[in-house]
């Protein structure tokens, strides 16, 4: 029986979502809190599996209790988000200071159409339950890291694509950082995330990044130095054209695996255009997205890494993979950012 704290606000949010959850023969809600000093207090008498959370309530609200609840009683927390712009930031605040994962409320703060996304939310309790808690607590990226490359630059231009999902905001936040300016390649980002989010997600990378970073954009001309994260609710594919130039090209085309963006829609573009000088990343996260689109890139010769078990959130995705047949290297998160610009200038 998976142990679950609710907190929120709003005393209907409360029960809606206690209700979803006792709804589940797996799961049940051990109490509620309606704001964040009542759910430390909580955390530290139940000692739940999992606690979700909304972000703005009064007293104390969800980023300052989280930060508390990671110092003091570290505790697997699900972030319930609304969709306002300012919720979106903190959420990937939320995500860079030990929140599992989060799921979007379908309409802001008090949202009666809970039941649009029961399925969505069971699933990621029951996933979070199963991350051990010292995973929960490693430290996060703070500060960027500069490289002093003394390595002659080959002359092919690389394709650089990483794929993730549950857990892979921190774990990007290990690798995009320390992507040095100045080589001669370009980078595609494909996080499992919802319209929006994505937005705040790459302003925060820009910030702490030396490349730039931002979301791509339909018919934008790929350049180096740039890091494209697909938007969500779009799938992002690459297209060469005649000139030579790549583009970007995004769509609603159905979802893959239940998301959009998918990674196997974009790496299966990348693969085509890159072939041989293109290296695939799948990283922590649940299901199965991904593993297709490694098979694509090693059809036409590229390479592929995955994050390994230990340094996984969730070890779904890459797992996946490693099962395919398709990977070429299984490595700790804090080794790929070496093996990335080893790759472009090798």
């Known amino acids: 029986m998976i142990r679950v704290l609710v907190v929120d606000d709003s005393a209907l949010m409360r029960r809606i979502i206690s209700d979803i959850i006792n ?28 606690v979700t959370m909304d972000i703005e309530m ?23 988000s609304a969709f306002a712009k300012k919720d979106a930031a903190a959420t990937i605040t939320a995500l860079e200071n ?15 159409d809970l039941s649009e996304i029961q399925e969505t939310l069971i699933n990621k309790i029951i996933e979070a339950s199963k991350v051990k808690l010292e995973k929960v607590q490693e430290d ?11 390595i002659p630059l080959s002359g092919d231009l690389k394709g650089v694509v990483i794929g993730s999902s549950t857990g892979g905001p921190r774990a990007l936040e290990r690798i995009i950082p320390f992507i040095p300016k100045g080589l001669n390649a370009v980078y595609f980002v494909v996080q499992h995330m919802p319209a929006g989010f994505t937005t705040s997600f790459a302003q ?34 690459a297209n060469l054209r005649n000139n030579g130039l790549i583009t970007i090209s995004l769509n609603q085309d159905p979802p893959v695996w239940g998301v959009r963006p ?15 000088n293109l290296m695939g990343i ?36 890459p797992k996946s993979v490693i099962d395919s047949g398709s990977a070429d290297q299984i490595i700790p998160l804090n080794n790929i950012i070496d093996n990335v610009i080893n790759f472009i200038v090798e």
């Open 58 to 80: 009064p007293i104390m609200d969800g980023l300052t209790a989280l930060k508390k609840i990671m110092s003091e009683e570290p505790t697997r927390v699900i972030i319930l």
């Open 282 to 317: 799948v990283l922590t996260g649940m299901g199965h997205d991904g593993t297709q689109g490694c098979k694509m890139i090693k059809e036409y010769s590229g390479q592929v890494i995955v994050q390994d078990k230990e340094t996984s959130l969730i070890f779904g995705m």
């Open 140 to 150: 996060v990226v703070k500060q960027k890291r500069k490289f002093q490359l003394k």
């Open 204 to 237: 925060r990378l820009n910030e702490i990044s030396q490349v730039q970073v931002k979301e791509g954009l339909d018919n934008e001309e790929v350049k180096k130095d740039v890091v494209y994260l697909a938007p969500g609710n779009y799938h992002m594919k």
């Open 23 to 50: 709804d589940n023969p797996d799961l049940m809600v051990v109490d509620t809190a309606k704001n964040g000093k009542e759910a430390i207090e909580m955390i530290k008498k139940y000692k739940p599996d999992i």
């Open 98 to 112: 030990g929140a599992i994962d989060f799921v979007q409320k379908p309409s802001g703060t008090i949202s009666l």
């Open 262 to 276: 998918s990674v196997d829609v974009t790496m299966d573009s990348l693969s085509r255009i890159f072939t041989n």
